[in-house]
């Protein structure tokens, strides 16, 4: 299976930025849907973003619409989410993972995924 790892969590401001990558180990990524989850303390691990396999597609939860981003960039086996005006309910651990299927029913669906990366910690304060 594709081996994913994110990186670019941090320690942030509320107002600030921070940009997560997610970089796979094979270069079929291109032919993968890509999603972001994310699970805070005691929650159940929530739908961020996810971007089709064409690219064609991008869907957000209506709590980040406007001030997150999702991309992917095939030639370099990676996918991002450019998180801006981030808030302290923000915090949580984020994943990103791969499907080698896009629809819009299972889209935000976490079984959907079957790759999945370590997590990165994310943390914004007041």
């Known amino acids: 299976q594709v081996q994913l790892v994110e990186s670019g969590g941090g320690l942030v401001q509320a107002g600030g930025s921070l940009r997560l990558s997610c970089a796979a180990s094979?270069?079929?990524?291109?032919?993968?849907?890509v999603g972001w989850f994310r699970q805070a303390p005691g929650k159940e691990r929530d739908f961020v973003a996810s971007?089709?396999?064409?690219?064609?597609?991008?869907e957000y939860a209506d709590s980040v619409k406007g001030r997150f981003t999702i991309s992917k960039d095939n030639g370099k086996n990676t996918a991002y989410l450019q998180m801006n005006s981030l808030k302290p309910e923000d915090t949580a651990v984020y994943f990103c993972?791969?499907?080698?299927?896009?629809?819009?029913?299972?889209?935000?669906?976490?079984?959907?995924?079957?790759?999945w990366g370590q997590g990165t910690q994310v943390t914004v304060s007041s």
């Open positions: 971007i089709s396999i064409t690219g064609s597609r991008v």
């Open positions: 094979e270069r079929t990524f291109s032919s993968y849907a």
């Open positions: 993972a791969a499907a080698r299927a896009w629809s819009d029913a299972t889209f935000g669906d976490l079984r959907a995924y079957k790759n």
